[in-house]
């Protein structure tokens, strides 16, 4: 029977992998679109032919998608470490009572509300804050961070318990104070644990599309401003999936962002792998 | 204790059942009405125990009766179990430690402690070594000396030497637990607290921790809870018996095992026991 089930979902794995990337390759092989064309930043799909166009450039939504997913990271992962730190180490009463079930709600909200949050909240405050439409890579990075944040201190708060307590005992023992124990000690043991707390979480804000499709603004323009609007790889292909024609180019190149977003993927829990891998060395 | 606050001097209690009064030597420590409570639990009762300076104490006993316990009181590890409250005093050279002005980590500098499972850190030999001295401030050179001081003192330089920027789990479990020693008596602490430090190890390096225990008394009290008779037999200079949270005797150690002077201490030697 757990035969079966393997089988069923060794098969679904990889039919799917052949599907996108039967569908994501196509329109390289066919010559429509040239790789170069893919990676470039020029994005008019409904432009004529006398305007130069189409023009299939994803560029904008690949560098679109790791700005938000790496902001997010950047906020989120000190943030969730450190609130990871304060329920096993500092406040493990406090923390069991009030922050784990506040991990648990936050991981069970559907991502339509976060996104609907950022919309009515975050984005108008950044508009009055700072005078710009509000919407954009900072909203984006604002709305993931805190979706992501459950995620990394979850993870966090288990690398840093199986830390062994002979450990804890061994450093309290020669007289070192608590901080000297959690920053000497803990941190260095927890750290593979840790980093792999991150990079799922940078998975998981990569992978994301509703929310931060509510939030971005949704322009084809590079993410190199924090108040500009901007795009990422899973809000163009959620925009514009239903609006294409199956089979046409048009509709594959969302394919082949599909494939890179897959790929990308890929690559991040390989790095969780061999994280892991090193950490029973 | 001259860092540590004095809050007041007691008179070292001369009545107590356990004190031997043919006894000359200093007093290194002693306990005075030890009362310990994991919640409702008494694990510890009206213990007065002192340790003699430049001496070995075995604390001998049935399993849960409150070795460990008494032990992990004179370093103050068991503040750090919630809901445990210990009571009475413990001087140090006339200064009660079991006091909250205390400051316990200048404590624990001075009575070290080495557990029952090997714990060294996840880091190379030499840095276990200097992990603790570095945080109160030593130079390079200062480091360089305390390592190989410390390593020789256990017997380990001339086994690590080449090694010393290794991990420190490669170590066999035995060179782990003299490792954990060095690590200590590196604080130059005046106290060594040992709890079971050779029972998770193989005969050769039993054997080893037992013959540094003796070299070690020379120049710090020693304190080590084992649950093998003979070892307390050969290694130390006074024991004490614990029975379900009390001390039942405490003599010297040639004196009680050949002549206890309690019925059930003899019968916990002898196997009669339970
Ligand atoms: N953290 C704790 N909470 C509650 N009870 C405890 C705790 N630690 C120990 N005890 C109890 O206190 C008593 C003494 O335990 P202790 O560990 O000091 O015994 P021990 O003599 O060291 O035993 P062993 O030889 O097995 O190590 C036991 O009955 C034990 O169950
Ligand atoms: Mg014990």
Request: glycine share 8%; proline share 5%.
């Amino acid at each position: 029977m757990t035969l079966v089930s393997a089988w069923v979902l060794i098969i679904t794995l990889f039919s799917l992998l052949y599907f996108i990337a039967s569908k994501g390759i196509a329109p390289f092989l066919h010559g429509e679109v040239t790789l170069a064309d893919f990676f470039s930043g020029n994005w008019g799909p409904s432009l004529s032919a006398e305007q130069g166009g189409p023009q299939y450039g994803a560029l904008d939504f690949i560098l679109g998608s790791l700005m938000v997913a790496l902001g997010s990271a950047v906020i989120s992962g000190p943030l969730g470490i450190g609130a990871a730190l304060f329920m096993t180490e500092i406040a493990p009463k406090a923390g069991r009572k009030i922050l784990q079930p506040a991990v648990e709600i936050l991981v069970g909200i559907p991502s339509v509300v976060y996104g609907f949050i950022g919309l009515t909240l975050i984005v108008p405050a950044l508009r009055s804050i700072f005078g710009e439409v509000g919407f954009g890579l900072l909203a984006g990075i604002i709305v993931l961070s805190v979706m992501i944040l459950p995620t990394i201190i979850s993870i966090s708060a288990d690398a840093i318990h199986s830390v062994p307590q002979g450990i804890r005992e061994g450093s309290y023992a020669l007289g070192a104070t608590r901080w000297q124990t959690i920053s000497g000690l803990v941190i260095r043991v927890a750290q593979p644990g840790l980093l792999t707390a991150v990079v799922l979480g940078i998975a998981r804000a990569f992978g994301e599309a509703l929310a931060v499709q509510m939030v971005i603004g949704n322009t084809a323009d590079l993410p190199f401003h924090l108040l500009k609007p901007m795009s990422t790889l899973t809000s163009v292909i959620t925009l514009n999936m239903g609006n294409t024609v199956q089979g046409s180019t048009y509709n594959n190149v969302l394919w082949s962002m599909a494939l890179i977003l897959l790929l990308m993927t890929l690559i991040l829990i390989l790095a969780i792998r061999f994280i892991a891998r090193r950490r029973e060395v | 204790m001259e860092k540590l606050i004095t809050p007041f001097r007691f008179q070292p209690k001369t009545d107590g059942r356990s004190l031997l009064t043919d006894e000359t030597r200093p007093i290194q420590l002693e306990t005075l009405d030890l009362d310990v409570y994991y919640g409702e639990k008494h694990a510890i009762k009206q213990v007065n125990l002192p340790l003699y300076q430049n001496t070995v104490t075995a604390l001998i006993g049935p399993s849960g009766c409150g070795k460990s316990t008494f032990l992990r009181c004179l370093n103050r590890m068991n503040d750090m179990i919630p809901g445990t409250r210990v009571m009475g005093k413990i001087l140090v050279e006339g200064v009660n430690i079991n006091d909250s002005r205390i400051n316990v980590t200048q404590l624990r500098r001075q009575i070290g402690m080495v557990f029952q499972r090997p714990n060294p850190f996840a880091k190379s030999i030499y840095e276990n070594i200097v992990f603790a001295p570095r945080l109160y401030g030593i130079s390079k050179k200062e480091q360089e000396k305390l390592v190989e001081e410390s390593l020789r003192k256990t017997g380990l330089w001339d086994e690590v030497k080449d090694r010393l920027h290794t991990s420190a789990l490669a170590l066999s479990g035995g060179q782990q637990q003299r490792l954990c020693i060095a690590r200590a008596i590196a604080m130059k602490p005046k106290i060594i607290l040992l709890d079971e430090p050779a029972s998770a190890l193989d005969p050769v390096s039993t054997g080893k921790i037992e013959e540094l225990v003796q070299e070690l008394k020379n120049e710090f009290t020693i304190a080590i809870v084992t649950h093998n008779m003979q070892q307390a037999a050969r290694i130390s200079d006074y024991t004490a018996y614990f029975y379900m949270g009390e001390l039942i005797e405490h003599d010297r150690t040639d004196v009680l095992f050949v002549n206890p002077r309690k019925k059930e201490t003899e019968d916990y030697l002898t196997g009669r026991f339970g």
